[in-house]
């Protein structure tokens, strides 16, 4: 990876760029602790526990204990979660520690405050640390919010993160979350599925060997055997394989591509700074899209997030344009990568201008989150600081997904026909009825009605604001049809029906819907609904 930016992502840091000094370099493998953001009502607290580069750092884990403080009441708990030593002199060594509740916390709920102490022994050697051994790292508590509710949605609809990265991504500077403890972490965070979207450039790196590729792609195939066994063995849960590609854009520019449900690797080395200076791209955008399975479903990964000029200037990164979105067989748009903000709103901006050109295409929300469940830790080049901050945190962004069964499959298809909303809370849905039929598709021969359901919680506040808006192929805009106002209810349900008459034709709808005075971590959550189109 490039010297001349951040990376936001469990922190690797025994590497060095030549003739530089790392001020994070030390002769200890990476130890740390996470879990999730948020937990279900009834979920255990689940602790990860990871240890990096043992093989070069052999440790001996000696114990870890736990500190929790409910915030609200003050009450404390402690207790050892490792007793046993555990010797580790492997590359990656991890654990989930599930926590039960202690009988003072059962009916607690709200933020509580976290810390995770290791002891342990290198050389001899008795060292202690709190959450983590980064230097510099704040070592501050981690917060998880335990709501009494579990996160809204409806039946035959399930919850989840579109883009995440693995411990298969793996290099220089950064390292990401086992999939085996990813699934744990985001079962007791009330979600069904993640989508497993390692870089390109790391998937065909040598197993032992981040600096050296290897044509026989073993990380790939590795990554593909170890979800078919995951997903042979588990009913109620789903990982889905993918692959984040960068490819050229209209432009010659690295940009990064989502393949979902895809088992044929693409190479993409453009922006990986595995060779400086060396900055094309194996395949363009349209390349990938014709090359790729049938079964595959293509998105344009946080297509509205700008390029930093230094990532401009020495890995030649550049943004998706327009042209790049209107390439055919490209299924939709990620614009809600872990956080709200100028990317969001551009996103959804360049999305209503292509739904208003006559393009079928959906969005989708997920985080680009490599590990970092509860808060990211960032490297600041030039290798001087850990800096840590509470976004693009895995799950926080989800992508609500309708199916019938919790399948790769069936979430995959989902995916490709829109049957999907994105939200950072509160879930809202509707349909279009004619003659008490509902379909995707229908004629504007007669009246329709419109109906509308949606369901908070109080985590994430009661609704004040939807709209319900209407777009015509080849206007300039879409129109409000309707703007709900709802401050004066303070309701955590939707549940409105409208006639509609339309008198021009096609017609797509899409539903915004907006909540405010959340008590967990989204203070103000929001939902947006992929669009039904009316045909002739």
Not at 17 to 35: H, Q
Not at 136 to 159: E, Q
Not at 334 to 362: D, F, H, M, P, V
Request: with cysteine; glycine share 6%.
């Amino acid at each position: 990876m490039p010297i001349f930016f951040p990376i936001f992502l469990y922190a690797e840091t025994h590497y060095r760029f030549k003739y530089f000094f790392s001020f994070l370099k030390k002769r200890e493998p990476e130890i740390l602790a996470d879990l999730p953001h948020r937990l279900e009502p009834t979920a255990e607290l689940p602790i990860l526990l990871l240890v990096k580069d043992a093989d070069h750092y052999p440790v001996e884990i000696m114990s870890v204990s736990i500190s929790l403080r409910h915030e609200t009441t003050g009450r404390q708990f402690s207790q050892l979660i490792l007793t046993d030593s555990a010797s580790v002199n492997e590359p990656l060594w991890w654990k989930v520690v599930h926590v039960p509740w202690d009988e003072t916390f059962q009916k607690s709920f709200g933020a509580f405050f976290v810390d995770i102490y290791f002891e342990y022994k290198i050389n001899n050697k008795l060292r202690r640390c709190k959450n983590d051994n980064y230097r510099t790292a704040s070592k501050r508590s981690y917060c998880v919010f335990r709501s009494p509710d579990p996160l809204p949605s409806f039946p035959g609809w399930i919850l989840g993160d579109t883009h995440t990265h693995s411990s298969y991504t793996n290099d220089q500077v950064e390292f990401g979350s086992p999939i085996g403890a990813s699934v744990e972490l985001c079962k007791a965070m009330g979600l069904s599925f993640f989508c497993v979207t390692d870089h390109s450039y790391d998937l065909d790196d040598r197993i032992d060997n981040y600096l050296v590729n290897d044509p026989q792609l073993p990380k790939w195939k590795l990554q593909q055997n170890e979800i078919d066994e995951f997903n042979n063995s588990q009913d109620n849960f789903a990982v889905v394989r993918g692959e984040e590609v960068s490819v050229w854009n209209h432009a010659l520019h690295n940009v990064h591509l989502l393949l979902w449900g895809t088992r044929t690797f693409f190479h993409g080395s453009g922006d990986s700074a595995e060779r400086w200076f060396h900055t094309n791209a194996e395949h363009t955008i349209s390349d990938v899209l014709d090359k790729k399975e049938p079964a595959t479903v293509a998105y344009a990964a946080h297509p509205a997030e700008p390029a930093p000029l230094l990532q401009r200037l020495f890995i030649g990164r550049g943004e998706w344009t327009l042209d790049d979105m209107r390439s055919t067989k490209l299924a939709g748009l990620q614009i809600l990568n872990g956080e709200t903000g100028i990317a969001l709103e551009q996103g959804l901006s360049a999305w209503k201008k292509l739904l208003l050109e006559g393009k079928r295409i959906y969005i989708a929300a997920g985080n680009d989150a490599h590990g970092n469940f509860n808060r990211f830790k960032q490297i600041k080049i030039p290798f001087l600081k850990i800096i840590e901050a509470d976004k693009q945190l895995f799950g926080r962004m989800r992508t609500a997904v309708q199916c019938e069964t919790i399948s790769e499959t069936t979430i995959v298809e989902a995916l490709r026909s829109g049957r999907t909303v994105i939200t950072n809370g509160p879930i809202v849905t509707f349909s279009i009825e004619k003659k008490n039929d509902i379909a995707k598709s229908l004629s504007t021969a007669q009246s329709l009605i419109i109906r509308i359901k949606g369901i908070s919680t109080n985590e994430f506040g009661a609704y004040n604001r939807s709209v319900v808006y209407v777009g015509k192929t080849g206007d300039a805009a879409e129109i409000a049809l309707w703007e709900i106002p709802l401050n004066d209810e303070y309701s955590f349900e939707l549940n409105r029906a409208f006639d509609f008459s339309p008198s021009n034709i096609p017609h797509y709808f899409r539903i915004e819907a907006y909540t405010h005075n959340g008590a967990g971590i989204n203070e103000n959550g929001f939902c947006h609904t992929n669009p039904v189109w009316l045909e002739q």
